[in-house]
């Protein structure tokens, strides 16, 4: 009886024992704080992030006056160019009103297509701001300064900005879902990272009991790899159950303190549980990839050898991932979607992003045929490679690096 | 990898040519590793309720025997069919096994480990501790049910893995070298528990390269040897390979008589020994009583499984058996 249930049977046997070994043991506590260390990493990963986001993010001004000041407008902002810190938002004309006519710059805001930050109108002698209470005190100046030097090439008066509020705007609801993005893609770069380690070493504890042979005589190969890896995911959720208390407690804590999430296109509700999805594919494609490299490894040596560029991988997969996230709708991200080991990665991001719910459906599909063919293969590549000799003499200088030697002769 | 799968009559339990049931039966079974070849062509019957051992020295091909007629890996060519399934994994559940790297997790108590091998067979967990603590109450190891593995001997471990083997009651049992590095007392302790399964219908297989164990214990034995099984079958007909010897002692030491001896004879202290001849005892009896050779005693015994070994593995293969033995020592 080798059934799926059968096969899932055996799996829950493996990850019974898997679990209560890791959560029982007397070091599983530095898993729990193990964390602290990779949030360093993350930091510094957001640094990076946070260069690519002011790439990505290039505030946009609209001109919505008449047509001759649009052009003197877009003239004096040529010719501040490069002469002030920080540099000068994007402008583009809007439209060209007419003499009297009313431009409707809130629609403009919220209009997905023009994608601008704020909308300048009016006249050059009486020029008005559209534009999110902290984009306004930031630009009030300029617009004013851009204002007189299109009226004028030696300004000598400055006129004064009337400055119309809005809640928000395309523009800055886009933005907040990058940082939404890109957090998430930290945060499951984190959770997947720490496992890996843990994950790459998981065979060889059989190999070194010598239990593997009794395992494999009794159960399917397929399922012991199943197995192991559930084990792992539901440690991992202890884990997650754990530092979610702790971080939940610091958000309540200090709430007034942190700035407010943007809400992903997805919706809230949905997007936990799209993050819970993709982590537990995203953690089961490299964990299964990595249980058949670590299952080749004879030694705790090799498998720390094997973890160096286990992690580069890893990391590639993150920058690939977050390189995506910069060019929506390119080949890269098309790549980064289909590309198995950072399909979850892309499509989390692509959630925050994105409101259409049934891609994620058939990503989440994609990775879990992914996880089968992965597992199944690697279960089969163990069983060919590593159970095929007799006793552990003809076996002692053997492991994943003795079989590129002998392909080497 | 291809298997040339041979004709195979019904579904269900094999039967041999006179009408045995077998538990095994696998034909030109082959395995090579990296070119190499270390199962070549092996045929293997095993009536259900048989002990058969498999005997040859190390590196013979016996574990990968096993591994192929247990599923572990799958032949090269050849096919096997194992109570009745041609794949064996299908029939897991009916099967223990006791691999030849003996093994458990150390942190386990000695009851959750034969649980857990338990609950690897399809038995629940629970069901599979509370029997765990019986077999260990049973065998004299109850004391030490809540002790971690880790914290026992090596032999009281060896007598976990194998209560651990047998908690599921499988029909079929398969055990690679069970009796190396036991002392003497639990090797007798095993050879007990071995016939004990078979006396209650359980078929027992197992690998060894001591022809001791084999003699005492096995119904029917393969022998192996470079991958190959020059011999299969009752270990009674692999002794009738050799004709019994003759031990003689007479009194006179010389006389017509002696031209009645075989040509094979030879003289060692006061006793002749030589073949049994294809005439038997009585001619020769009666040339040494009418040449008055003085018959002080005449003994004709079988041979032993090690010479009939000799005779069907060859010099080469019998004395890598020996240092097999003497390594294991």
Redesign the interface.
């Known amino acids: 009886m080798t059934g799926f249930a059968e096969k899932l049977r055996c799996a829950l046997v493996i990850a019974r024992r898997d679990f209560v070994a890791v959560v029982f043991s007397k070091t599983f506590i530095f898993f729990l704080i193990g964390p602290a260390f990779p949030l360093v990493v993350g930091g510094l990963a957001g640094n990076i992030g946070a260069k690519v986001q002011q790439n990505v993010e290039r505030p946009t001004i609209g001109l919505a006056m008449s047509a001759e000041d649009n052009k003197r407008m877009l003239a004096a902002r040529e010719e501040l160019d490069g002469r002030m810190a920080g540099g000068l938002p994007d402008m583009i004309e809007l439209a060209a009103a007419a003499p009297g006519e009313a431009f409707d710059a809130r629609s403009a805001l919220s209009d997905g297509n023009r994608e601008v930050t704020a909308v300048v109108g009016g006249t050059l002698d009486a020029p008005t701001l559209t534009a999110t209470a902290d984009r306004a005190r930031q630009w009030v100046g300029l617009v004013s300064n851009l204002a007189a030097r299109a009226r004028a090439e030696a300004p000598t008066a400055y006129p004064d900005v009337q400055v119309e509020e809005v809640n928000t705007s395309i523009a800055k609801v886009r933005t907040g879902q990058i940082y939404t993005a890109q957090g998430a893609q930290v945060l499951l770069f984190l959770l997947t990272m720490l496992l890996a380690g843990m994950v790459l070493s998981n065979l060889v504890e059989e190999k070194g009991n010598k239990i593997i042979e009794v395992l494999a005589a009794a159960i399917p190969m397929d399922a012991l790899f199943m197995g192991k890896l559930f084990a792992m995911l539901a440690v991992s959720l202890v884990g997650i159950a754990v530092w979610g208390t702790a971080i939940g407690m610091i958000v309540l804590a200090g709430s007034e303190s942190l700035p407010s999430m943007s809400a992903p296109a997805v919706g809230w509700p949905l997007f936990p549980i799209l993050g819970f999805l993709y982590f537990a594919m995203a953690y089961l494609l490299m964990g299964s990839l990595f249980l058949s490299i670590g299952g080749m490894a004879a030694t705790v040596r090799e498998v720390q050898t094997l973890s160096m560029p286990v992690s580069m991988f890893q990391l590639m997969v993150f920058f690939f991932s977050s390189y995506a996230l910069t060019m929506p709708g390119s080949w890269v991200e098309w790549l980064s979607v289909i590309f198995p080991v950072s399909s979850p990665y892309a499509m989390l991001a692509r959630a925050a992003q994105q409101p259409e719910v049934w891609p994620h459906v058939l990503a989440l599909l994609w990775q879990a045929f992914w996880v089968v063919v992965i597992v199944r293969a690697g279960a089969q590549l163990f069983r060919r490679t590593v159970m095929k000799s007799g006793p552990a003499r003809g076996r002692a200088k053997g492991g994943v690096f003795a079989r590129f030697r002998r392909k080497a002769y | ?1 291809k298997i040339e799968l041979g004709e195979w009559p019904v579904a269900g339990n094999a039967v041999d040519g006179t009408g045995v049931e077998l538990a095994i039966e696998a034909r030109g079974l082959v395995k090579r ?2 070119g190499f070849t ?1 199962v070549d062509g092996v045929d293997i019957s095993v009536p259900k309720g048989a002990i058969y051992g498999i005997l040859g020295p ?2 013979a091909g ?3 025997t096993l ?1 192929m007629l ?5 032949p090269d060519a050849g096919y096997r069919r194992v109570l009745g399934h041609e ?1 064996p ?2 029939v ?2 009916r ?1 223990g ?1 006791l ?9 386990m108590k000695a009851y959750e480990a034969i649980g ?2 338990a ?4 038995v629940p ?1 629970k069901e599979g501790r509370r029997r765990g603590r019986e077999l260990l109450e049973e065998h004299g190891l109850g004391y030490a049910a809540d002790r971690q593995i880790r914290q026992m001997s090596k032999g009281m471990a060896q007598t976990v ?1 194998l209560l651990g083997t047998l908690v599921h009651k499988p029909d079929l049992v ?1 055990l690679d070298e069970p009796f190396s590095g036991l002392d003497a007392l639990n090797q007798g302790k095993l050879e007990r528990m071995i016939r004990a399964l078979a006396a209650g219908g359980t078929t027992v297989i197992f690998s060894t390269h001591v022809i001791a164990h084999a003699e005492r214990l096995c119904d029917r034995i393969a022998i192996i040897a470079g991958g190959k099984v020059p011999f299969a079958g009752p270990v009674d007909l692999a002794r009738d390979r050799l004709r019994p010897q003759v031990r003689l002692e007479t009194r006179a030491q010389d006389g017509p008589w002696r031209a009645a001896l075989p040509a094979d004879v030879r003289h060692e202290g006061a006793f002749w020994y030589f073949t049994l001849p294809e005439t038997g005892v009585e001619p020769l009896l009666r040339a040494l009583i009418e040449g008055d050779a003085g018959i002080l005693s005449l003994s004709i015994e079988r041979a032993g499984l090690h010479d009939a070994f000799v005779a069907i593995a060859g010099e080469a293969a019998a004395r890598a058996l020996e240092e097999s033995e003497g390594e294991a020592r």
């Open positions: 990898m590793f990296d270390a190390n590196g016996k574990t990968t591994r247990l599923g572990i890996i799958d794949r994994t299908e897991a559940r099967i096994y691999p030849e790297e003996r093994g458990l997790y150390p942190a857990f091998l609950a690897l067979r399809g967990l893995q398969v």
